[in-house]
């Protein structure tokens, strides 16, 4: 299994910052463009856990339908998506919120598994995880008006 983290400092309250990536919506305003990522869904999403989000996005300009369900849901603090069906063999990415003082710290951590085994994440996935989700970082950082205090950086393990 592979495994990335990120971690991000909002200079907004915990529960604003929360609030944010709890709207469904605002998923596809963080994604990259070239995924050409759409929810399919109706919204507003009832996040809560056991809810279902479909979403479409286009790899290298395949389309690629995926569905994910929210399996742990615990507000301000966390909640859980893991991918029922979708390109991965296994996806689960937790979202975890911390207050610290003068905003929140947020992480995200992805454990997953891809077709082709660890010579293909290799190749092509992690590097296409790293540019999707240090474009995350930085249109999260645009939602709040804010600038990164350190860094933006993807780390694997």
């Known amino acids: 299994m592979s495994r990335l983290e990120t971690t991000l400092f909002i200079p907004r309250p915990l529960d604003e910052t929360f609030a944010f990536f709890a709207e469904a919506g605002n998923l596809q305003r963080i994604t990259p463009p070239w995924l050409d990522f759409r929810i399919l869904t109706p919204l507003p999403i009832a996040m809560r856990e056991g809810a279902l989000i479909d979403y479409r996005i286009r790899l290298r300009g395949v389309p690629i339908r995926w569905r994910t369900a929210i399996t ?12 029922i069906k979708g390109p991965y063999r ?7 919120f911390r207050e610290m003082e003068g905003g929140t710290e947020v992480t995200d951590t992805v454990n997953y598994r891809v077709p082709g085994g660890p010579l293909v994440e290799a190749l092509f996935v992690r590097r296409e995880l790293s ?15 804010a600038t990164a205090r350190t860094p933006i950086a993807v780390r694997f393990t």
């Not at 930085?138 to 709040?144: I, N």
Request: aromatic share 14%; no cysteine.
């Open 72 to 83: 742990t849901w615990a507000p301000p603090h966390r909640f859980v998506d893991e991918q």
């Open 90 to 96: 296994l996806w689960r990415h937790t979202h975890t």
């Open 131 to 145: 540019r999707i989700f240090g474009h995350r970082q930085q249109a999260t950082l645009d939602a709040f008006g």
